[in-house]
């Protein structure tokens, strides 16, 4: 006990400084990454390349919007899972959240919230960024224990998430079950709104305090012009945010499947010209 | 002026926390009072000496407290008004209970501990302008002649900086500077605003320069500047009016050109 206090003292300002650095990178750039690649599967439906893998046959049954939605959001994922080192990149993740998290928590049990006695806006900004530090642990923790390491007993349906099928599985995983929503799929989607919008704002809020943390704004002045610039980034990342979670909250699970199904099928032959093992169930390139 | 004045005569109840020594239990007296003409905190903590008597009838002992200047420049008669830290001598009745029945409620800072009522020790406050050598290191045997000139231009911002009367406001109303009792913890609690901004004084005055790194040492430790969660308020309760989150800024970049300069320089 007192060598973990003896080394926290000793290297304070070095920790704490990561802690914030944390915070931006790698955390901050891949929330910003992360939620544009989920809101594909809303802003999807205004990319007409989004369906090019998807046959006639599927786009006339589930709709155009549709197959462009889940094919965008496919293309995204299947681009991340080509990507090489990715067990690097998410290592690092995992280490740099944990790490933030261990801290945040620390150093958060320092303060005492006082926004009982003192209503100020700012320090009701201040109670909230150690409130929505804590819901993202959970959240972020139960984000990543059913969808990426499989812990599907703590999801309302028991199927695992696949990046084969991202946006079939993930829409299956926030509503609990094919058609409609169960109410396991109502809790589950809620603690999804919660959680991301914590998130969202923690990462702006940060990236204001942040920069008095580090010196970058001093004058009252310059803080309040950081503090727009923050506040239309989280503005623009909680549109991202909202769209992806009603983006798949709106998507008819059998649909995706459909539409999965073909790319998967056209999946082993992703050069256009090269002719794929036929499924015969599923005439592909030539309905095109 | 259309402002309806205060009624004359009228009655005002004072509901106040009050303690009989450190480490009792607190408890809650109300007294009422019709306060004198334009009478402020410290008038009417005057009259309810001269009758301690409760509501309830009950006689009671004298409330206790500290005051000194009167005029909000030394900050001694700090404490808790009507649920917000403030000079206690500044606050006008007229203001703060214009109305035949209003209550005004009183307690003592609760960041420091009472010696008894609304009288608190505020020693750890100037224990920490110590940790962050707050003054100009002139001391010496012989004289040291003239000191070097200051630019119209820091005057004016050292001028502001140089108001604070350390009367605890900034770190009553801090959630990250909380109540400790054990002496021994006081170096590595949080510092608080009145400190922080104290240094920034100091290491931007010519002579005060030469304890520069000693004083951004301490602030970079624990209980330093980065123990600040910017939550702002001591901006906001300053009666003086101190621009103390910009002194934060400030100190965080000092520290941040310190540790690269002394990652570099291999110092320390």
Excluded at chain 1, 94 to 108: C, P, S, T
Excluded at chain 1, 187 to 212: C, D, M, R
């Amino acid at each position: 006990m007192d060598n973990d206090s003896g080394f926290m003292n000793r290297h304070y300002f070095l920790l704490r400084r990561l802690h914030s650095l944390s915070g931006i990178v790698p955390i901050g750039i891949f929330l910003l990454n992360h939620l544009l690649t989920n809101a594909s599967i809303a802003w999807g439906a205004v990319n007409s390349r989004g369906s090019q893998h998807v046959s006639a046959g599927t786009i006339e049954s589930v709709g155009e919007i549709t197959a462009r939605q889940v094919g965008t959001f496919q293309h995204d994922v299947t681009f991340i899972n080509n990507m090489p080192f990715l067990i690097l990149i998410e290592v690092s993740l995992w280490l740099g959240i944990g790490f933030h998290a261990i801290l945040g928590v620390y150093y958060a049990r320092t303060g005492k919230s006082n926004t009982s006695r003192y209503a100020y806006q700012d320090n009701w900004r201040y109670s909230l960024q150690r409130l929505t530090g804590y819901i993202a642990i959970f959240y972020i923790f139960y984000h990543v224990a059913t969808l990426r390491w499989g812990w599907t007993f703590l999801s309302p349906t028991d199927t695992p998430w696949s990046h084969e099928q991202a946006a079939s599985t993930f829409a299956l995983a926030l509503k609990g079950k094919v058609s409609g929503i169960s109410a396991g799929g109502i809790a589950v989607s809620l603690f999804y709104f919660i959680g991301v919008t914590a998130s969202v704002y923690h990462l702006a809020n940060g990236l204001w305090t942040a920069a008095i943390t580090w010196g970058l704004t001093v004058s009252e002045a310059a803080q309040r012009r950081w503090g727009y610039a923050c506040a239309g980034l989280g503005a623009g990342l909680m549109v991202l945010a909202w769209s992806s979670l009603i983006g798949f909250l709106l998507l008819d699970v059998s649909s995706a499947q459909k539409i999965e199904h073909d790319l998967h099928a056209g999946h082993g032959s992703m050069v256009e010209t090269e002719p794929h093992a036929a499924d015969e169930t599923q005439p592909l390139a030539e309905a095109r | 002026m259309s402002k309806q004045a205060p009624q004359q005569g009228r009655t005002i109840r004072f509901r106040i926390k009050r303690c009989d020594g450190p480490g009792k239990p607190s408890y809650w007296q109300e007294f009422d009072i019709v306060p004198e003409k334009n009478a402020n905190i410290i008038s009417c903590l005057k009259q309810i000496a001269e009758t301690p008597v409760t509501v309830q009838g009950e006689k009671t002992t004298p409330v206790v407290w500290d005051s000194g200047c009167l005029e909000e420049v030394c900050g001694a008669c700090t404490m808790v008004i009507n649920g917000g830290v403030r000079q206690s001598c500044t606050g006008l009745i007229d203001v703060l209970a214009p109305n035949n029945g209003d209550t005004i409620t009183l307690e003592p800072m609760s960041k420091f501990p009472v010696v008894r009522d609304l009288w608190v020790d505020r020693q750890r406050l100037f224990h920490n302008l110590e940790r962050v050598k707050a003054w100009v290191p002139i001391d010496n045997t012989y004289s040291l002649g003239a000191g070097p000139k200051e630019s119209p231009d820091s005057q004016a911002t050292h001028y502001k900086l140089s108001e604070c009367m350390s009367c605890g406001c900034c770190l009553e109303a801090c959630p990250q500077f909380n109540i400790e009792e054990d002496e021994s913890k006081w170096d590595e609690s949080f510092i608080g605003a009145h400190a922080i901004s104290q240094a920034r004084l100091f290491n931007n005055h010519e002579t005060g320069k030469q304890l520069k790194d000693e004083r951004l040492e301490e602030l970079s430790g624990k209980g330093g500047v980065g123990d600040c969660g910017n939550a702002q308020n001591c901006v906001k309760v300053c009666p003086k009016e101190i621009p103390l989150t910009e002194s934060i800024a400030a100190m965080g970049r000092a520290t941040t050109i310190h540790a690269v300069k002394s990652f570099f320089s291999g110092k320390k």
